[in-house]
């Protein structure tokens, strides 16, 4: 697969590079994921800016809110 190419919803990188824009815009932003999320997306945010350490929560899935 490219890496440009998003082989699921096409809106996802939009939502990437949404989140890269208003971290680098100064707004303190914080992603909480399933730790069963695919690690490309994480990588996705990465290669566009986003501090996975700063930005990012991976949420353990036999945790309930």
Same mark, same amino acid.
Request: negative net charge; glycine residues 8%; charged residues 35%.
């Given at each position: 697969?490219?890496?440009?190419?998003?082989?699921? $919803?096409?809106?996802?990188? $939009?939502?990437?590079? +949404?989140?890269?824009? /208003?971290?680098? +815009?100064?707004?303190?932003?914080?992603?909480?994921?399933?730790?069963?999320? $695919?690690?490309?997306?994480?990588? /996705?945010?990465?290669?566009?800016?986003?501090?996975?350490?700063?930005?990012?929560?991976? /949420?353990? +899935?036999?945790?309930?809110?």
């Amino acid at each position: 697969m490219d890496g440009d190419e998003d082989s699921g $919803d096409p809106t996802h990188m $939009d939502l990437v590079e +949404a989140v890269a824009d /208003r971290i680098k +815009a100064g707004i303190d932003v914080r992603l909480i994921t399933s730790e069963y999320e $695919d690690t490309m997306w994480i990588e /996705r945010l990465q290669d566009a800016g986003v501090d996975a350490v700063d930005h990012l929560r991976i /949420r353990d +899935a036999g945790l309930i809110i």
